[in-house]
């Protein structure tokens, strides 16, 4: 799922392309992707893009008379800059967003179908589709401890809970927590105040840097690939690859559609975490340290 640098990446190819700019027409392949019909989606064509913005992991365009298009892309949804009136992909495509210069168009892989798009009008249209979560880049040390131990979660959940923390999921929460040295499954009102600072510090760090470093290519071309692996991150999607810090294998927690990629070395102090599947499957063979995984 895209999370928040790679919205802003979208955010800032998108400035360059749309803002300013009418909406000609939208023209959906897929009518269940517009999830709302009051205000009709009519309303909004022939409108000048005013704004744009993020909204947790949702791309938010606003438009004259006080309209507003919220899109989530969700887990496959993505976006595609192309020629004016270019054609909606048969089997891919959800909608087009036609412009004077090109046309935006979504596509969504696999067979479910995820992504949505809203209109609303207002900003209190707009509130409604806001999780609540802290944005992080704009939090002090005691915003961020309070709203992570506000409930007891595992890090890892915390991270990615948009009631908690806004625009962060599954991919950029491994890349943090491994910078903070900490695992994933530590609860986080077990954290000590230095354990705290490491990871807000982590979280404003790695967010930070990935968001320079994708609007940086986004200046240049259009995000068409946008993934959530990419071979600079740290333990995200290197599962078996060495860790560039202290070259332990990269583990991996699979559970239900997500996963929790972690260094043992780093961040469980060499313990390998229990996989619900593959440690009951292997039992007394269930490799429980960095040593006996070598052996």
Same mark, same amino acid.
């Given at each position: 799922?895209?999370?928040? $640098?790679?919205?802003?990446?979208?955010?800032?190819?998108?400035?360059?392309?749309?803002?300013?700019? @009418?909406?000609?027409?939208? /023209?959906?392949?897929?009518?269940?992707?517009?999830? *709302?019909?009051?205000? %009709?989606?009519?309303?909004?064509?022939?409108?000048?893009?005013?704004?744009?913005?993020? !909204?947790?992991?949702?791309?938010?365009?606003?438009?004259?008379?006080?309209?507003?298009?919220?899109?989530?892309?969700?887990?496959?949804?993505?976006?595609?800059?192309? $020629? %004016?009136?270019?054609?909606?992909?048969?089997? @891919?495509?959800?909608?087009?967003? +036609?412009? #004077?210069?090109? #046309?935006?168009?979504? #596509?969504?892989?696999?067979?479910?179908?995820?992504?949505? !798009?809203?209109?609303?009008? =207002?900003?209190?249209?707009?509130?409604?589709?806001?999780?609540?979560?802290?944005?992080?880049?704009?939090?002090d040390l005691d915003r961020f401890r309070q709203r992570l131990q506000s409930e007891r979660h595992t890090l890892k959940r915390s991270l990615t809970d948009p /009631?908690?923390?806004?625009?962060?999921?599954?991919?950029?929460?491994?890349?943090?927590?491994?910078?903070?040295?900490? *695992?994933?499954?530590?609860? *986080?009102? +077990?954290?000590?105040?230095?354990?705290?600072? *490491?990871?807000?510090?982590? #979280?404003?760090?790695?967010?930070?840097?990935?968001?320079?470093?994708?609007?940086?290519?986004?200046?240049?071309?259009? %995000?068409?690939?946008? @993934?959530?692996?990419?071979?600079?991150?740290?333990?995200?999607? /290197?599962?078996?690859?060495?860790? %560039?810090?202290?070259?332990? $294998?990269?583990?991996?927690?699979?559970?239900?559609?997500?996963?929790?990629?972690?260094?043992?070395?780093?961040? @469980?102090?060499?313990?390998?975490?229990? +996989?619900?599947?593959?440690?009951?499957?292997?039992?007394?063979?269930?490799? =429980? /340290?960095?040593e006996d995984l070598e052996k």
């Open positions: 799922m895209p999370e928040l $640098p790679d919205i802003q990446a979208y955010l800032t190819a998108l400035e360059r392309r749309v803002l300013h700019q @009418t909406l000609a027409a939208i /023209r959906l392949g897929n009518p269940f992707l517009l999830r *709302s019909v009051s205000p %009709p989606i009519a309303r909004v064509e022939g409108a000048k893009v005013r704004e744009l913005s993020r !909204l947790g992991k949702r791309l938010v365009f606003g438009f004259d008379n006080d309209l507003f298009l919220v899109l989530h892309l969700m887990i496959a949804g993505r976006l595609r800059w192309r $020629p %004016p009136g270019a054609k909606i992909p048969g089997r @891919t495509g959800l909608a087009a967003f +036609d412009f #004077t210069d090109g #046309t935006l168009v979504l #596509t969504e892989a696999g067979s479910k179908r995820r992504a949505s !798009l809203y209109l609303v009008e =207002g900003e209190a249209g707009l509130e409604a589709h806001d999780r609540g979560g802290l944005e992080v880049m704009d939090s /009631r908690l923390f806004s625009g962060i999921g599954n991919a950029y929460s491994d890349e943090i927590l491994h910078r903070a040295r900490l *695992s994933p499954f530590k609860l *986080s009102t +077990d954290l000590s105040d230095a354990q705290c600072e *490491s990871l807000h510090t982590a #979280t404003l760090e790695t967010l930070g840097e990935w968001i320079d470093r994708l609007a940086a290519r986004a200046k240049d071309s259009f %995000p068409d690939k946008v @993934t959530a692996c990419h071979p600079e991150m740290a333990v995200h999607g /290197r599962y078996g690859e060495p860790c %560039p810090v202290c070259n332990a $294998p990269v583990q991996r927690i699979v559970y239900a559609e997500n996963e929790a990629n972690y260094c043992a070395g780093c961040q @469980t102090e060499g313990k390998i975490l229990a +996989d619900r599947m593959l440690s009951r499957l292997l039992k007394d063979d269930w490799p =429980g /340290r960095l």
